[in-house]
């Protein structure tokens, strides 16, 4: 026995018993496995035709676990019909109980660990942990007992947020109408199931919240008061975030309701002000109490008063944020005043030790890099190692800056600011979801990897309607384990099954998927006639056409009660982006009538949105215009575009018929592409053949591109590779008529020079010629040509080859940078024609 432990521990440490673990412990449950709606062998009844179990919460516990057996109450009530009553004590005698409470709080629970009927060693000292058991006889008279245990009060509401979302209540059930799916019965298996979050905190940024947000807050709610904000901490849990900066156009959240920040402690929701906000004051209240100039050289005195009573009244769980940007939300100065930053940030964290009463670093804050202030950090300014470093993306979700892995570790750790929504140049863009899941999983794949996980929070504008990225964001910080290059086309329908049931989630998960690689192909901001040729016109409004239609008949086939869920989830984002696509198209034809009547279609389409809806409840949600822009800046109402009186034509020339010199030239490996019309146009992910070397591949990442995959290397932490016997390619096969020059355009994700050094790069080669060394995104310090990145969604890089035969060529792309995603692969041979996109693939011969 002694040497079969002894081997155990050593496989172990060598992980060899990775697939043996199941097998050793069978009562470890995966999350997805812990309701059953039939009585399975051993299984604990919730709900029977008998009844329901009774819900026990200690007294003593803390009141986010009270209130979240309060949810469970009114859900088990929802699905079932049949409520639980709830109690502080185990009953005498009598049926099932569950029990639920955190593990420092919870008397209750701690008879049941000295009298060892549970082990809750795994859940001790951990942030947020939870176990959920079925316990046989846990106190005398007592059967079974289903225990729902937390490490602290977080841990034991996502225990109980868990059970929620399984036994049928969406996360999303208030915010997007989702129904409770019914049943008669619910039975929890058998066994422990325990989990807890990877990235410490998880949240959200309200912001850019007029008009929609806030009008619709008010007419609800009569603004952003803690009736608004009960509902926000109420989605925030159950979907496993705790961490929020509130809404700020206007708005402060201390201020304008003094419930706002107790109905945030008692949901247990960590609050924290936006990256320019220092010391938990909102930005307005300055507009509304501060005296003088914003500006610390010459208003010290105020400005620490200000921050001081600021921190003083916010008592409750948060991560202030320190440092100073300029009034507005502008840089301070033109110069990098490293020496003045410094001295605000010590003077901040005196205030904090004078208010707390506590060294600073026992109060969590972040030192957020964004826009100028990265320039601060690049030129070498510090904060002290127990604040975060929250690095940011460029506003359109590309990552600017991550840890070297060579960093030192900082007590603080890093976090990212990343955007679904923004206000701000090259366009604002606040009115619809077009973050695409794949670039949002590769982008936040690399922080993770890089070691930023103590603060993930993404700007969300309005919450509506940006549901399925606000779910995948705080899902895949809960557990960036999960998803990977090849399941990630796999969480839309995952999310689909859970908002509409297993019956339609594979199709409303693929129109998902589709709208979200579509809608990214350009923000609708800055759509009008001219983003694409007359082919792609013709291709992309028809692609759109059909999605359209796959989502009416889809909504033919859902129960009535779905309606107003697949509406706003579903139906709404993929008609209206339909409709604005055929519109621009009827611009570019020059037809006066149809553009009309899609630009009327628009606003009947928002009616809809307010009025019918969920009899009204979303009224003005969609109130954000999105036609008609001429700068950055939002115009005032949507404006119908102007025609120009002449149509777009067909430019394409129609080819020289040309006869390929033999069809199957020889034995090539893997896929051949033909050129046609002058041009070559291969999807990055369609390559012929790969190479890998000792440390890295090429892998595909589905979807991630504007017309199809791309690939990446993987792991992302690989070193830079140097070619010689690190030599890990693509190869493409493709077959030309000529010989002379090509130029080849390499189109990749707008990724910016996260590493801060030479910018990433990756080699071509076509045939025997050297390797030719590109370079991605040197400039993205250039404004000019980050803007035409990021409105363009594509970095397209060119290099010229020389092709000396006529017939077969193998082209190659080389790792040499992680990071570099690319998407597509153009040659031009002479035919090619401009376009957003960029040709359609030529034939491929297998
Ligand atoms: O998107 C951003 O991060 C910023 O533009 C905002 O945080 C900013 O505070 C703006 O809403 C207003 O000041």
């Known amino acids: 026995m002694k040497e079969w432990i002894e081997r155990f521990s050593v496989a172990l440490a060598e992980r060899r ?244 920040i107790r109905t945030a402690a008692e949901y247990g929701i960590v609050i924290g002000t936006s990256h320019h906000e220092p010391l938990m004051r909102a930005h307005d209240e300055w ?26 009244r916010a008592d409750n769980e948060k991560i202030v944020t320190i440092g100073m940007r300029g009034d507005g939300d502008e840089p301070m100065s033109r110069e990098t005043a490293t020496a003045l930053l410094e001295r605000i940030v010590d003077t901040q964290r005196h205030i904090i030790e004078q208010v707390t009463r506590k060294p600073a670093s026992a109060t969590p804050q972040l030192w957020a890099l964004y826009k100028e202030v990265q320039d601060y950090y690049d030129k070498g300014m510090r904060v002290p190692d127990d604040v975060t470093l929250l690095l940011c993306d460029d506003n359109w979700g590309n990552i600017r800056r991550l840890p070297r892995l060579e960093d030192k570790n900082r007590t603080g750790g890093y976090g990212i600011y990343y955007h679904f929504d923004y206000v701000g140049g090259p366009r604002s863009y606040k009115w619809i979801n077009t973050s695409n899941i794949a670039r949002i999983w590769e982008q936040m794949h690399l922080a993770w990897e890089y070691n930023v996980r103590q603060i993930w929070i993404v700007n969300v504008g309005d919450i509506k309607p940006m549901e399925l990225p606000i779910s995948f964001f705080l899902d895949y910080a809960w557990d960036p384990g999960k998803w990977n ?44 006639e001219k983003t694409y040729s007359y082919q792609e016109w013709k291709t992309v409004t028809g692609e759109w056409r059909q999605l359209r239609s796959r989502a009416e008949r889809m909504d033919e086939k859902l129960p009535p009660d779905y309606h107003d869920a697949y509406f706003q989830l579903v139906l709404y984002p993929v008609t209206a982006l339909c409709n604005l696509h055929e519109m621009y198209h009827a611009v570019a034809l020059n037809k006066p009538d149809s553009v009309k009547w899609y630009f009327e279609n628009d606003s009947l389409l928002t009616a809809r949105f307010h009025t019918t809806l969920a009899g009204g409840k979303w009224n003005r949600m969609m109130s954000q215009t999105h036609i008609g822009y001429t700068s950055w800046n939002d115009p005032p109402r949507n404006r119908m575009p102007a025609l120009t009186g002449k149509a777009i034509t067909d430019t394409v020339k129609a080819p020289a018929t040309r006869t390929a010199l033999s069809l199957v030239p020889d ?48 792991p992302v932490t690989a070193p830079r590779q140097q070619g ?25 994700s707008p990724t910016l020079n996260f590493p801060h050094q030479q910018g990433l790069q990756y080699a071509v080669s076509i045939d025997d010629e050297p390797p030719q060394l590109i370079t991605l995104n040197k400039e993205d310090d250039d404004l000019h040509t980050w803007e035409r990145w990021v409105a363009d969604n594509i970095i397209i890089k060119r290099s010229v080859h020389t092709i000396h035969t006529p017939g077969r060529h193998v082209l190659k792309c080389r790792v040499i940078d992680p990071g570099v995603v690319l998407q597509r692969l153009v040659i031009d041979a002479g035919g090619l024609q401009p376009g957003y996109l960029g040709p359609p693939e030529t034939s491929i011969l297998r």
């Open 485 to 528: 290059e090849d399941n990630i086309p796999n969480y839309y329908e995952t999310w689909a099954v859970k908002q509409f049931g297993t019956a339609v989630g594979t199709e409303v998960g693929n129109i998902l998927r589709l709208y979200s690689q579509y809608s990214a192909r350009r923000k609708p901001e800055l759509l009008n």
């Open 17 to 260: 018993l990775f697939f043996v673990f199941p097998l050793l412990f069978p009562f470890c449950l995966s999350a997805q496995e812990l309701v059953s709606i039939k009585a399975e062998n051993r299984a604990f009844p919730l709900v029977t035709e008998k009844g329901t179990a009774s819900i026990i919460v200690d007294a003593g516990d803390d009141p986010l676990v009270k209130k979240v057996t309060g949810m469970m109450q009114e859900d088990v009530a929802a699905v079932t019909g049949k409520r639980p009553g709830i109690g502080n004590t185990f009953p005498l005698t009598g049926g099932p109980v569950v029990l639920v409470g955190s593990i420092d709080k919870s008397s209750l629970l701690q008879q049941l660990i000295k009298k060892h009927k549970i082990d809750v060693s795994s859940l001790k000292g951990k942030w947020e942990a939870y176990q959920v058991q079925v316990v046989r006889q846990p106190m005398k008279g007592i059967d079974q007992a289903l225990v729902i245990a937390g490490s602290d009060r977080r841990g034991t509401a996502y225990g109980v947020m868990t059970l929620l979302e399984q036994i049928g209540v969406s996360p999303w059930h208030w915010w997007a109408d989702i129904p409770v799916k019914h049943q008669q019965a619910l039975y929890i298996r058998p066994g422990i199931f325990t989990d807890a979050p990877k990235v410490k905190y998880r949240g959200i940024f309200i912001n850019d919240e007029a008009p929609a947000l806030s009008g619709w807050a008010k007419e609800q709610f009569g603004g952003f008061n803690h009736r608004f904000y009960e509902k926000v901490f109420e989605l925030m849990l159950r979907l496993k975030g705790n961490y929020l900066w509130p809404a700020m156009w206007g708005n402060a959240f201390y201020d304008d309701d003094s419930l706002n």
């Open 287 to 312: 507009r509304r109490y501060g005296k003088g100039a914003w500006n610390f050289d010459s208003n010290e005195t105020r400005l620490k008063d200000f921050w001081r009573t600021g921190l003083q």
């Open 667 to 714: 034995t090539a490996k893997g896929r051949l592409f033909y050129e046609k019309d002058g041009y070559i146009a291969m999807e990055a992910d369609h390559y012929s053949y790969a190479r890998n070397d000792r440390y890295v591949a090429w892998k595909a990442i589905p979807g991630i591109g504007k017309t199809g995959g791309g690939i990446s290397p993987f």
């Open 724 to 748: 010689e016997e690190d030599d890990a390619y693509t190869a493409y096969n493709f077959y030309t008529y000529d010989t002379g020059t090509i130029t080849l355009y390499t189109y990749c």
